[in-house]
């Protein structure tokens, strides 16, 4: 009777082990789509073994624990080319409208001499269209088609260059804008985690690594907060999971201590700070990182480059137009940057000068400042540029071109490292059909087996019960 109720009790404790696995892989498949879900196993074992009068007795198995495949350093890899991936990408979105806002497509192909090649508008037109219209006009001073057209083409091109430089001006917003988003998600993940962290830490009081989902979820989390600000994740000596970011002098700064957030992230306008005491943070990646470099990398020097321009053209067209000092600037003189080059509101289709006093058809000016095309100027030499004003644009909008396919060709290059990496860990915490399949065909024909004992020990126990003494 002992003997036949302990095998009964066994039967059971298979039956429950048996039906707990094959929930787990049912779990599984749910869940094969899902790429924060890292695969589960259940590890079934014995109960232990009893004396007994007949020797030891087995007291059956049991599902010991849900085992969660990970493997902490493919995650962590993970979340490092994610965390790279995200800062090529918002360094390549920044050019791109950087290049939008300059109004000139630039071809990236690289010409014959080695240049990038750009397309005949925006700024670079308007530059040629504006020297060739003194050109035109010192052929025919007299001509008030040729004026008229002169200082249409004048307007347009300072229109066009205060336009540039406003868009550029609002690129530079709009990363300040994206970084503040980005400081407010990241706040808010962190929360999250240390949210997680508590919960974790309770659940795992007894069993630890038991609480398998809210790891999953922990888990994405800190992906997504690596893909915005560089983070790594390590247990402290009381096993409590910690974050730490790191300072300019390779320091580590915790983020996240347990369940606590240590102080927030913020955006000072230069610089990415954190933690309690707030340290600035030294950031390599991440695409927080990626928008502040291309702000103050690309963004801000084709802004300068245009500033530089602007000057140039202010002081060499008036020093051209105006030799004595006397007789009226062709540009506004205080107008030296971008956002201020106009043209003196002195000068009308009436006033406009072709020579400083000569005679109805000299053209000394205008021949002097159409000739200003062909000029090289030098930094050195004290100019505001080298080489001419076309050379010096083509170059600035070029290297702006450069800039825009070598983030492209990077965040390629590092997203398919980042897949690859992925593969890796998808190779260990992936779900595979197949494979729970069969894991579900050989649970279910154990639980079947684990049936038909019970069944049989049933039987056995119904005939010593109720039809011995028959």
């Keep these: 009777m002992a003997g036949l109720f302990s095998s009964l009790n066994s039967a ?83 050019y791109q409208r950087a290049e939008a806002a300059l109004g000139q497509n630039i071809d990236s192909t690289q010409n014959a001499s080695g240049a990038s090649s750009t397309s005949d508008n925006g700024v670079a037109a308007a530059v040629d269209d504006f020297f060739n219209s003194f050109q035109s006009f010192a052929a025919d001073p007299t001509d008030p088609g040729q004026r008229q057209t002169l200082l249409q083409n004048t307007s347009i091109l300072t229109d066009r260059i205060q336009l540039a430089d406003q868009r550029l001006t609002q690129v530079s917003s709009d990363l300040d804008s994206q970084i503040s988003s980005d400081v407010t998600s990241v706040n808010r993940l962190m929360q999250t985690i240390a949210d997680l962290n508590g919960q974790i830490s309770r659940l795992e009081i007894n069993h630890p690594g038991s609480a398998v989902d809210l790891r999953d979820q922990r888990e994405a989390d800190i992906e997504q907060l690596s893909a915005q600000l560089p983070v790594e994740s390590r247990p402290d000596a009381s096993g409590k999971m910690q974050l730490f970011a790191k300072d300019s002098g390779g320091s580590d700064v915790v983020l996240v201590d347990g369940s606590n957030v240590q102080g927030t992230v913020a955006f000072t306008g230069t610089q990415i700070t954190a933690g309690s005491p707030a340290t600035a943070l ?69 006033t406009l000068k072709a020579s400083d006093g000569g005679a109805a058809g000299d053209n000394t000016l205008a021949l002097a400042i159409a000739q200003l095309a062909t000029q090289k100027f030098s930094i050195s030499g004290g100019d505001a540029i080298d080489g001419t004003f076309g050379g010096f644009l083509s170059t600035a909008v070029s290297n702006l071109g450069q800039a825009v396919a070598g983030a492209t060709a990077r965040a390629t290059d590092q997203g398919s490292i980042e897949q690859l990496v992925r593969s890796q860990r998808d190779g260990v915490s992936g779900v595979s059909l197949d494979e729970e399949t069969a894991n579900l065909l050989k649970y279910q024909r154990a639980f079947q087996a684990s049936s038909r004992v019970f069944n049989t020990i049933d039987d056995l126990l119904d005939t010593v019960v109720n039809h011995l003494g028959s």
Excluded: C
């Design 12 to 94: 059971v404790s298979a039956l429950s082990a048996q039906s707990r696995a094959v929930e787990i892989a049912g779990k599984n498949l749910a869940n094969v789509n899902n790429p924060d879900y890292a695969r589960q196993r259940v590890l079934i074992g014995s109960i232990g073994t009893i004396m007994t009068a007949q020797g030891p007795e087995s007291m059956g198995i049991t599902a010991l624990a849900i085992q969660q495949m990970r493997d902490g350093l493919l995650d962590q890899q993970v979340s490092r080319e994610a965390s790279l991936t995200s800062y090529y990408n918002a360094q390549q979105q920044s």
């Design 282 to 350: 030294a950031l390599t990646s991440g695409s927080m990182q990626g928008y502040l470099a291309a702000r103050d990398g690309g963004v801000k020097t084709i802004r300068d480059n245009l500033d530089q321009l602007a000057k140039q053209l202010v002081t060499s067209v008036n020093a051209a137009y105006n030799p004595s000092g006397t007789t009226g600037d062709f540009f506004t003189a205080s107008g030296t940057t971008a956002a201020t080059l106009s043209m003196n509101t002195s000068v009308t289709t009436a």
